[in-house]
């Protein structure tokens, strides 16, 4: 082993001497940048923990809030089918009023024309008789005439 010592210039007392200051170094290194590294690690874990944990709260309110916004839109969509419908049966109700009136007053506008034809067809009547009457006075009188010649 002495010779190895005396190869290699192993000083005992350079060795004691390196490893003290390997230790001081160590001990100032460990209190200097590991334990506050260490301690920022812990603390920058804890924060990627944190917004993990958020972002999974996250993701659970946004699938709650597309149920809900699905839900609200199945429900104004059934809505709006329901008064489609109600405006669908309220139109065809006015359209058949507006038939029935319509038929109603072609009725009363037939019935008025019928009036009137009748009318029209008394006076010609009327009309017609007189005439006639009178032609067949006048007939007779030409008739009596040449008969009183």
Partial sequence: MNELISTFHIDWQVMIAQLFNFVLVFIALYF????????????????????????????????????????????????????????????????????????????????????SLEIEKEKMMTELKNEVAGLAIAATEKILAEKNK
């Fill in 32 to 115: 200097i940048a590991a334990k506050p590294l260490r301690k920022l690690m812990t603390d920058r874990d804890i924060e990627i923990r944190k917004g993990l944990d958020d972002a999974k709260a996250n993701a659970e309110m946004l699938a709650n809030t597309a149920k809900e916004s699905e839900i609200t839109m199945r429900n104004a969509r059934n809505e709006v089918n329901e008064m489609i419908k109600k405006n669908k049966k309220e139109e065809d109700k006015r359209k058949v009023e507006a038939q029935e009136k319509m038929q109603k007053e072609i009725a009363d506008m037939m019935a008025q024309g019928k009036k």
